[in-house]
Antibody, heavy 118, light 107 residues
Framework: EVQLVESGGGLVQPGGSLRLSCSAS????????MHWVRQAPGKGLEYVSA????????YYADSVKGRFTISRDNSKNTLYLQISSLRVEDTAVYYC???????????WGQGTLVTVSS | DIQMTQSPSTLSASVGDRVTITCRAS??????LAWYQQKPGKAPKLLIY???SLESGVPSRFSGSGSGTEFTLTVSSLQPDDFATYYC?????????FGGGTKVEIK
């Protein structure tokens, strides 16, 4: 059974940083691209970032470019999102998402809430 | 970026109704479109991919159609478990984008 378990969310002040982690199991992690998608409270889904299966290629939405860094450790079956220079508008549930192989998403984690507030 | 526009944003319907949700792309995306269902407090769930392919385990009352710029998700006979928010997502461009969502409410 595929499982994606996020951790690392919490309350942080504007300008602060956090590192989100996603522990993956139930599939060969190193074979698949992985993504982060976020959802602000009461709002829709927003695509955030992607990383290729071997970690060589990354992508960021314009709204987070230069502030967020996606990475992965295939030896630990873990995906990361380093989020820095946080803004109030970054407040959201952050989902770790598995790519089917064609840039749509077949498995989602339960999400981790990041709250940016002073 | 490719913009995805869903309509309506909210839909009131009754159990047994046939329901159709539309998703329009700002440029042609061929058939590179997925649909997801999200219930409150839960992660989204994949329903349809490649515009019309039903994900394994998804009831056959769900169907998708369209190509190019206009797509539809249809629920042939709405069931109590189907009241949720639905999102489309394009993957024609690596700049992946979602529609704004359609909330299906009980009439």
């Amino acid at each position: 059974e595929v499982q994606l378990v996020e951790s690392g969310g919490g309350l942080v002040q504007p300008g602060g940083s956090l590192r989100l982690s996603c522990s993956a199991s139930g599939f060969t992690f190193s074979y698949y691209a992985m993504h982060w998608v976020r959802q602000a409270p009461g709002k829709g889904l927003e695509y955030v970032s992607a990383i290729s299966s071997n970690g060589d290629n990354t992508y960021y939405a314009d709204s987070v470019k230069g502030r967020f860094t996606i990475s992965r450790d295939n030896s630990k079956n873990t995906l990361y999102l380093q989020i820095s220079s946080l803004r109030v508008e970054d407040t959201a549930v952050y989902y770790c998402v598995k790519d089917r192989g064609s840039y749509y998403f077949d498995y989602w984690g339960q999400g981790t809430l990041v709250t940016v507030s002073s | 970026d490719i913009q995805m526009t869903q309509s309506p944003s909210t839909l009131s319907a009754s159990v047994g109704d046939r329901v159709t949700i539309t998703c329009r792309a700002s440029q042609s995306i061929s058939n590179w479109l997925a649909w997801y269902q999200q219930k409150p407090g839960k992660a989204p769930k994949l329903l349809i991919y490649d515009a019309s392919s039903l994900e394994s385990g998804v009831p056959s009352r769900f169907s998708g159609s369209g190509s190019g710029t206009e797509f539809t998700l249809t629920v042939s006979s709405l069931q109590p478990d189907d009241f949720a928010t639905y999102y489309c997502q394009q993957y024609d461009s690596y700049l992946l984008t979602f529609g704004g969502g359609t909330k299906v409410e009980i009439k």
